[in-house]
């Protein structure tokens, strides 16, 4: 199981980007790399997934080198609503049975978006 | 569509009762989770079911914590002889079968169970 790495805060101003680091020295290869948002009294959200290189939707964008042993999760220009707690995880599936399959969502990165 | 459900909404109860939290996922996903996030803290996972695969208890804090599912959807999670220290919010979510998600398993949160152990 990889064991993730987050800053455990982070504060920005309102229309800024915010770049949000996660250490995985220890990915495997068929680790996946997926972030949730956690806003106070709901239970998290998925954000964005990705395995390499570069993966973007409509919220966020997720940067990923080419060693994986770490990757950046991207908000352009956030406002008040992205105050939020952002979680990194990393973990495999794919080939995981009952038993061998647990996921460790950490304490997450707290964001707060300064008006 | 419904997303996944979870009931009651708050539950106070006197230490040394046992209390049931239930969980609805979404139609049609076959891996449930159940977790616990005390306050501040992050999410700290419980137990896991795949399909009709055994259940992945290695997350249960103690055997006062035990969770079923039956007929492959409903979820409850039993805690016994509840403790002050059992005062969290236990969180379920589920997921669909990876191979049609695509890469790993996302998981769709329900809102929660405030429990609270006086």
């Known amino acids: 199981l990889a064991k993730t790495t987050q800053p455990i805060s982070m504060d920005s101003y309102e229309g800024q980007e915010v770049n949000i680091t996660c250490s995985h020295n220890?990915?495997?290869?068929?680790?996946?790399i997926t972030w949730y948002q956690q806003f106070p009294s709901q239970g998290p959200r998925f954000i964005i997934q990705g395995y390499k290189t570069k993966v973007t939707n409509e919220v966020a964008s997720l940067f990923i080198p080419a060693d994986r042993k770490s990757s950046t999760l991207s908000l352009p220009r956030v406002s008040l609503s992205d105050t939020a707690v952002y979680y990194c995880l990393v973990g495999d599936i794919e080939n995981s049975g009952a038993g061998s399959y647990q996921l460790t969502f950490g304490k997450g990165t707290k964001l707060s978006v300064i008006p | 569509g419904a997303g996944v459900s979870q009931s009651p909404s708050n539950k106070v109860t006197e230490k040394g009762k046992d209390v049931e939290l239930r969980c609805d996922p979404i139609s049609g996903h076959t891996a449930l989770y159940w977790y616990r996030q005390s306050l501040g803290q992050g999410l700290e996972f419980l137990i896991y079911?795949?399909?009709?695969?055994?259940?992945?208890k290695s997350g249960l804090p103690s055997d006062r914590f035990s969770a079923e599912r039956t007929g492959g959807s409903v979820s409850t999670l039993t805690i016994q002889r509840t403790q002050q220290e059992d005062s969290a919010v236990y969180l379920c979510a589920s997921s669909s079968p990876w191979q049609l998600a695509g890469g790993a398993d996302t998981q769709y949160f329900g809102p929660g169970t405030r429990l609270t152990v006086l």
């Open positions: 079911f795949q399909g009709n695969s055994a259940p992945d």
């Open positions: 220890n990915i495997a290869t068929n680790d996946y």
